[in-house]
């Protein structure tokens, strides 16, 4: 079965660095999101992304988040200047489409510990 | 704001019981409603996907119900097994293109 594969699974990183995470969706989807999930709390919406552009965003992706599809097969979320409270898992993910039949395919995540 | 509430926020059974597992919703403009199974410090992986037309889907020993107009899904977990312990999430689909999560039920099947 086809998978959304995260990398690293784990990043430690010391606050004020800069971090990407990286991201390979299934081949055939198009649609491309960030989540993320602070420890003890709720699955949280990031970004969406569609065509090469954010088709929408939450109120946590402010100006130090970024989100790039470099190639045809790589998505990535970076974080510019890290603080702790962003110590979380993050998810990326993937659909096919965006109607009622489509639903999302979860990579494994990347824990981000920032010290 | 789509709020998803699931209850019970934890449930333990002895192996064998059936498992029910709630999510309640504030919107009814949904797509679709996706239930996840998630292990300690793992991904979400997909158990079922009900549209919004559905009234219900089956998988296996798991079936999941929507009722739209109210706001309410469940998750049936037939002769539940030690295997089956997790937390299960329920995020549901609005309007727009992003999912908004409950917090999860974690659920412990005891041999």
């Known amino acids: 079965e086809p998978e959304v594969t995260q990398t690293p699974s784990h990043q430690v990183t010391q606050m004020g660095q800069e971090v990407i995470l990286r991201c390979v969706p299934i081949?055939?989807?198009?649609?491309f999101y960030w989540y993320r999930q602070i420890l003890g709390q709720k699955v949280e919406f990031l970004v969406s992304?569609?065509?090469?552009?954010?088709?929408?965003k939450s109120e946590i992706f402010d100006d130090q988040f970024s989100v790039e599809r470099p190639d045809g097969s790589n998505f990535t979320l970076k974080i510019r200047s890290t603080k702790l409270e962003d110590s979380a898992m993050y998810f990326c993910?993937?659909?096919?489409?965006?109607?009622?039949?489509?639903?999302?395919?979860f990579g494994s995540g990347t824990r981000l510990t920032v010290v | 704001k789509q709020e998803v509430t699931q209850i019970p926020a934890a449930l333990s059974v002895p192996e064998g019981e059936n498992l029910v597992l709630n999510c309640s919703f504030t919107?009814?403009?949904?797509?679709?409603l996706q239930w996840f199974r998630q292990d300690p410090g793992k991904g979400l992986t997909s158990l079922l996907l009900i549209q919004s037309s559905q009234r219900e889907q089956t998988s296996g020993r798991l079936n999941a119900s929507l009722d739209k107009s109210s706001g309410r899904s469940t998750l049936y977990i037939a002769a539940s097994q030690p295997g089956d312990s997790a937390t299960y999430l329920c995020a549901v689909r609005s309007s727009d293109y992003k999912l908004s999560f409950g917090a999860g039920t974690t659920v412990t099947v005891r041999a």
């Open positions: 919107d009814s403009a949904i797509y679709n």
């Open positions: 081949s055939n989807h198009l649609y």
């Open positions: 993910a993937s659909s096919a489409g965006a109607g009622p039949l489509y639903g999302y395919t």
């Open positions: 992304f569609y065509n090469n552009e954010i088709s929408e």
